[in-house]
């Protein structure tokens, strides 16, 4: 088997909008996945049991079925009795759906992390309970949990090809489309080294961002 | 450090005037239990108004459990706590007693500070910031005012300088006389002291002893303090409680519980830790 610069060449203009979609689905994957996991973490402290109880009984579930069930779930049966949506819309929010209830265990053990005596002091000083949260638990918690959440980025990136099975042809799935197209791999090689290219300078990125906020 | 410092309560200005005097802080019928452990058993006692209370007895004996019940840190099982006369974690509806909402609790609440044994410095906020957070967003002053209030209280605790520094970049007494600060910042009517020095080396336990005997000298703070440091609570003590068992053994000024006890118990824990 023999490397043939001109199909990497001819791969290039689909690799490119491969690459668009993979971020795409990454940065608003990684934002839903923030954003929903901080939310269940949070409703999973609730005070009232009809907050506390759906939320952990949703977000175990999701935590242990695979992705892709949950992919084709989003896309097949979801129009049924709810919105229909895009491909790439479907994948991002499945893909943030589904991380967010990693998200959240890491937020979860963030926030028990910091010291009970953080929370008596904020009572001593009667702050009101968002401002507990706002200005002294989570500006804690966000240290301890940058590292795990960063972790997870990288996994949701590894984890996005995925979304190719519902339509979003991210970069691995424009290769493939591609190689089989033209009965060649030359794309596939392509795609494995883009991976690496986004995957190590993100590792880096969080790496950094550890040790600034690590005081 | 002079006797017109920022924290004496501004009485003209306060809604709730403490006479001085009157009775500020009462515990009736009071019970907790820690499981089958019975911390206070039906504790009836009171503070009154200016006064400086030190509570001592061997450990497990419910003196850090009262300053907790009254921080809202703990909830009594049975019984009643009223400071300046209002409930504390009651309300009275229509001539019974329910547990108060969120709102009452805090409103009570803010005439109570409180200083811990591990400080609890928030360590994402400067020290400035640790002490003018409440004053802003609880008592709604503004920046400037609660700036320049936090200033006063940290030269009056000898840290003017250290405004701008982290928790982590001072000592533990350093850390303290800052919790100290904070606690005043919110100008409570009564502070209550947990063990302040417990975690201290000891080297450091004096500078931190030394800026509360000040306090207690030239304010009209009340202060109920936990502590096993028996000649600062000598000094700035009116009253000294001897807690065994979640009941007050006996009560008196420093001079009569320390001179002469009426309890052998007494005797015996003054001679073990003295």
Not at chain 1, 30 to 39: K, P, Q, R, S, W
Not at chain 2, 126 to 143: D, F, H, Q, W, Y
Not at chain 2, 181 to 200: C, G, I, K, N, Y
Not at chain 2, 207 to 225: E, F, K, N, P, W
Request: overall charge negative; hydrophobic content about 45%; glycine content about 8%.
């Amino acid at each position: 088997m023999s490397w043939d610069w001109q199909v990497v060449d001819d791969f290039m203009p689909r690799f490119w909008d491969g690459v668009f979609v993979t971020l795409q689905a990454l940065a608003i994957g990684t934002l839903i996945a923030f954003a929903l996991g901080l939310v269940w973490a949070l409703a999973q402290r609730s005070s009232q049991v009809w907050v506390r109880w759906p939320v952990v009984a949703v977000t175990e579930f999701i935590r242990n079925t695979p992705l892709l069930v949950q992919l084709f779930f989003l896309f097949y049966v979801v129009p049924n009795f709810g919105p229909s949506m895009s491909p790439l819309t479907t994948g991002i929010i499945g893909l943030g759906l589904h991380y967010s209830t990693y998200t959240a265990e890491v937020y979860r053990a963030g926030i028990d992390g910091v010291p009970v005596g953080q929370w008596e002091a904020a009572t001593a000083l009667s702050l009101s309970k968002g401002r507990t949260w706002r200005a002294v638990i989570l500006p804690q918690a966000i240290r301890r949990v940058v590292p795990p959440l960063g972790n997870y980025v990288v996994a949701m990136l590894k984890d996005s090809p995925m979304i190719a099975t519902i339509g979003a042809l991210d970069m691995l799935g424009e290769a493939q489309a591609f190689s089989n197209e033209t009965f060649t791999t030359e794309a596939l090689t392509v795609v494995g080294v883009a991976f690496i290219v986004i995957a190590y300078p993100a590792s880096l990125l969080i790496r950094a961002l550890e040790r600034r906020l690590v005081r | 450090m002079s006797a017109d410092t920022p924290l004496q309560n501004d009485h003209d200005g306060n809604e709730n005037p403490p006479v001085d005097g009157s009775e500020l802080i009462r515990f009736d019928k009071v019970t907790k239990r820690f499981g089958s452990n019975v911390v206070l058993d039906e504790l009836d006692f009171s503070v009154a108004s200016g006064k400086h209370v030190t509570l001592i007895g061997p450990s497990g004996s419910g003196k850090t459990t009262i300053l907790r019940l009254l921080m809202t840190l703990l909830k009594a099982d049975e019984g009643t706590i009223k400071v300046n006369g209002d409930y504390l974690t009651h309300e009275e509806k229509n001539g019974k007693l329910v547990p108060a909402g969120e709102k009452h609790v805090r409103e009570v609440r803010k005439n109570i500070g409180m200083v811990f044994q591990q400080f609890n410095l928030f360590p994402n906020m400067k020290v400035l910031r640790n002490i003018t957070e409440a004053p802003v967003t609880v008592l709604g002053l503004s920046k400037d005012e609660a700036d320049q209030r936090a200033r006063e209280l940290l030269d009056m605790v000898g840290l003017g300088d250290k405004a701008d520094a982290y928790p982590t970049q001072l000592s533990g007494g350093q850390q303290q006389r800052v919790a100290i600060a904070r606690a005043l910042a919110m100008r409570p009517q009564v502070l209550l002291l947990d063990e302040v020095t417990s975690a201290l080396d000891p080297e450091l336990v004096a500078g931190v002893l030394d800026v509360l005997r000040d306090i207690a000298h030239t304010t009209d703070i009340t202060m109920l303090c936990v502590t096993h440091e028996m000649n600062f609570a000598r000094d700035i003590s009116d009253q000294v409680l001897m807690f065994d068992s979640g009941r007050v053994l006996e009560s008196g000024t420093p001079e009569k519980i320390f001179g002469d006890p009426e309890h052998d118990r007494t005797r015996e824990f003054l001679s073990a830790v003295l």
